[in-house]
């Protein structure tokens, strides 16, 4: 292996610009839909070996751009989608938007790369650590982007059960971790083989057991229009997605709880009462989940709420963490006190944000839920509340992202979701995937991809509390950051390391 890194950056300039790239798409094959795990763990180890074996540091930062370019590229392909819906207006920024966002999580892996140089220049440890470090961070700066997390690679396996643990984070220290022990060992530094072996010893202890379903658990109904996001709005043809919708909830025999997606009713709240009676009508009594729009005091909010009878809203959660550029302009409250109007929330640029923290949802007959729209299902350290949740229910509309890797990947941190807080996950999707997780993350009832239907499905049982749920990602962090410090004392002390 180190002959071949060396080489690496003995190539021309363009060779190697290509066999970064190249590396970078390698190790994106373990992302959903593939989930080539195997072939993404020893495509890090790759990774780490050429960044350690760097001449310079800016060589290594640009080895990080090249690659992590070539790995976002790739992962984050679904953003031309929304930009396809209106194709004749939008068309043009499709590949603008997914340059720019791999440019933007490719430069937090170049900061990562960069600091184990200052830190311990050619070490592994310094590398995974610091690369540890940075996904992070790019999981909270900026309101966050954690999607396609290194740790990610893991969800389709045993180990992410460690997630319950330490968060997507550990996941991350992990895949990275048993990465360099590859890399020491084809340096015949059999030291390293130690991550590797313990990775593959714990397999056994991590395999889950078999679903626990109660002979009274709930029955839950998820709901699955498949109204294209073209179509979604057109008001020719928005009823019919209605009436789709109406026509599944109204068919028996009789469930604990219905479900709909992420903005279900193409009507606002405000306007919606004889869509609303219809609706609780269809549920013959049976609490009702859907998504909807509504306004208050002049902002608008994208909602949740219970039915009830009559069309009454028993309960309603406005989503809190929103979108940036997608559902608000940031800072579009400060620009309008300079002058520039309608990029603000309170001029309708956007939806304004439900208040931090909202109540649980009381599901009469089920148990207190937390409930997340969309995007806030990809934070996992917004998930926990003080109180604890019988399962966690999510809405969304993934049409946005198209019929590929989008929806799969959202689908896929839902599973890391529910395995971290220990808790059943209800999923509806507009166009799918809808889905009934357990609380080890196991797919129990779904309903494919671009397909109407729905399905009627037992909720499994909640574990206890997990350990994520009482510490988040402060035991991962602080192990991080000792372990950098530890790194940096024995550079400077000179000491020997696996390299």
């Not at 809203?313 to 309008?336: C, M, S």
Request: net charge positive; hydrophobic share 50%.
């Amino acid at each position: 292996m180190t002959i071949l890194t060396d080489r690496l950056w003995l190539l021309g300039r363009w060779p190697r610009v290509a066999a970064l790239l190249a590396l970078g798409l390698v190790i994106a094959l373990g992302m959903a839909p593939l989930d080539w795990w195997f072939v993404a763990v020893p495509g890090w180890a790759l990774v780490l070996a050429v960044l350690t074996s760097a001449p310079t540091m800016r060589a290594a930062g640009r080895g990080a751009l090249l690659i992590g370019l070539g790995y976002f590229g790739l992962t984050l392909r679904w953003l031309v989608d929304p930009f396809l819906v209106d194709a004749g207006t939008w068309g043009w920024a499709a590949p603008l938007a997914v340059t720019l966002m791999a440019l933007g999580a490719a430069l937090f892996w170049v900061a990562g790369t960069c600091l184990a140089r200052v830190i311990a220049p050619g070490r592994l440890s310094a590398l995974v650590l610091s690369l540890t470090l940075v996904e992070a961070v790019r999981s909270y700066l900026f309101t966050g982007f954690p999607w396609a997390l290194i740790g990610h690679v893991l969800i389709p396996t045993p180990w992410a059960q460690l997630a319950s643990y330490g968060g997507p984070h550990l996941l991350t220290l992990l895949t990275l971790g048993v990465a360099a022990g590859l890399v020491w060992v084809a340096r015949k530094r059999w030291l390293g083989a130690v991550p590797f072996v313990i990775a593959l010893v714990a397999v056994p202890l991590l395999l889950p057991p078999a679903t626990l379903i109660d002979a009274n658990a709930p029955s839950i109904r998820i709901v699955q229009p498949n109204a294209p996001q073209e179509e979604k709005w057109d008001p020719e043809r928005n009823l019919t997605f209605l009436r789709r919708m109406i026509s599944y909830t109204q068919a028996g025999p009789r469930p604990d709880l219905i479900v709909w997606p992420e903005t279900a009713v193409p009507v606002l709240m405000d306007y919606a009462q004889p869509e609303l009676e219809a609706i609780s009508e269809a549920a013959m009594g049976v609490p009702l989940v859907t998504g909807i729009n509504r306004s208050q005091g002049g902002l608008y909010y994208n909602a949740l709420i219970v039915l009830g009878r009559m069309g009454q809203v028993v309960q309603t959660y406005d989503k809190a963490h929103l979108v940036p550029f997608g559902e608000y302009v940031p800072f579009g409250e400060t620009l309008k006190r300079f002058g520039i109007h309608g990029l603000a929330t309170s001029e309708g640029g956007g939806f304004a944000s439900g208040t931090v923290p909202q109540p649980l949802i009381d599901l009469p007959g089920i148990g207190l839920a937390r409930a997340l729209i969309c995007y806030e299902g990809i934070f996992a350290e917004e998930i926990a509340t003080p109180e604890r949740p019988r399962l966690l229910l999510l809405i969304t509309n993934d049409a946005w992202f198209g019929k590929g890797a989008g929806p799969t990947q959202h689908l896929m941190q839902a599973r890391l979701r529910a395995i971290e807080q220990g808790l059943p996950m209800v999923r509806s999707a507009n166009t799918g995937i809808s889905a009934m997780i357990d609380a080890y993350g196991r797919i129990t009832a779904m309903i494919p991809l671009d397909t109407a239907g729905y399905v009627d499905a037992p909720l499994p049982a909640a574990r206890a509390a997990t350990p994520y749920v009482r510490w988040g990602d402060v035991p991962v962090m602080i192990l991080v950051l000792l372990g950098l410090i530890a790194a940096a004392l024995h550079h400077r002390k000179g000491r020997g390391d696996l390299r």
